[in-house]
């Protein structure tokens, strides 16, 4: 069975890290700052650092959670995350529409974050050279702020009702049957038992529309959704 390799190399790795821990973090902080510092030097490209944290909006940051957005270029996070990906080889955790995270771990070299950067300033040129193009495969920013959905039912009364499959613009004020999320990293938008409102249909949509991948709803030319059967 493959789980004994499997929780080996996990028993390895742990061992490792309590020998080296010290070392290990240490050199994580020092790599982090440096890029951190690096990145100063970018245009377009802001990471969100302590220095803009308040007590009352934020309680910590984990710096090895790498979130990096942008104001002044109309491109979307997953057109950064496609770029990374493929023309650097460059694996980030997830893309939203105006904002990407990356997560840096203790095997991270300094040769690898002064690869991200380098990979960020060519994307930043990029943007500059193509930008009417690039203007082009995105839309204007998403309106995060957006009324909490309805509840109609808990998502355990779901279970035996009837289901119907329609359209997404069809569906306003109706009680949708799956989860809806966003894929990276799987964080419900809605959940079952909800109320789509024109309003939160209409976010969907733009999300969809920028490039993003909703579980949930049916892409297969027409946007579909299951709804309870009224």
């Given amino acids: 069975s493959p789980s004994y390799v499997l929780l080996t190399g996990i028993d390895e790795g742990l061992n490792f890290i309590e020998k080296n821990k010290s070392r290990l973090f240490k050199k994580l902080e020092e790599n982090l700052e440096f890029f951190l510092n690096q990145c100063n030097q970018l245009k377009y490209f802001k990471i969100f650092q302590r220095s803009i944290m308040t007590r009352d909006s934020i309680f910590e940051k984990d710096n090895s959670r790498i979130v990096i957005t942008w104001n002044e270029i109309e491109v979307t996070g997953s057109y950064i995350m496609k770029l990374l990906s493929e023309n650097f080889g460059i694996?980030?955790?997830?893309?939203?529409?105006?904002?990407?995270?990356?997560?840096?771990?203790?095997?991270?070299?300094?040769?690898?974050?002064?690869?991200?950067?380098?990979?960020?300033?060519?994307?930043e040129k990029l943007i500059e050279q193509e930008?009417?193009?690039?203007?082009?495969?995105?839309?204007?920013?998403?309106?995060?702020?957006?009324?909490?959905?309805?509840?109609?039912?808990?998502?355990?009364?779901?279970?035996?009702?009837?289901?119907?499959?329609?359209?997404?613009?069809?569906?306003?004020?109706?009680?949708?049957?799956?989860?809806?999320?966003?894929?990276p990293p799987g964080v419900p938008l809605v959940i079952p038992g909800e109320i789509l409102s024109k309003e939160l249909i209409s976010h969907l949509v733009q999300y969809l529309e920028s490039g993003f991948f909703l579980k949930g709803i049916s892409q297969k030319g027409e946007y579909l959704v299951n709804v309870v059967k009224e």
């Fill in 91 to 123: 694996q980030i955790e997830m893309a939203e529409v105006n904002y990407i995270i990356a997560i840096a771990g203790i095997m991270d070299t300094k040769e690898g974050f002064k690869r991200f950067y380098s990979a960020l300033e060519e994307i």
């Fill in 131 to 183: 930008e009417k193009n690039i203007k082009k495969s995105s839309i204007k920013k998403v309106e995060f702020v957006i009324n909490p959905p309805e509840i109609r039912f808990l998502p355990s009364e779901i279970e035996g009702k009837k289901i119907e499959n329609i359209l997404l613009e069809k569906a306003i004020d109706r009680v949708v049957a799956d989860y809806i999320y966003l894929y």
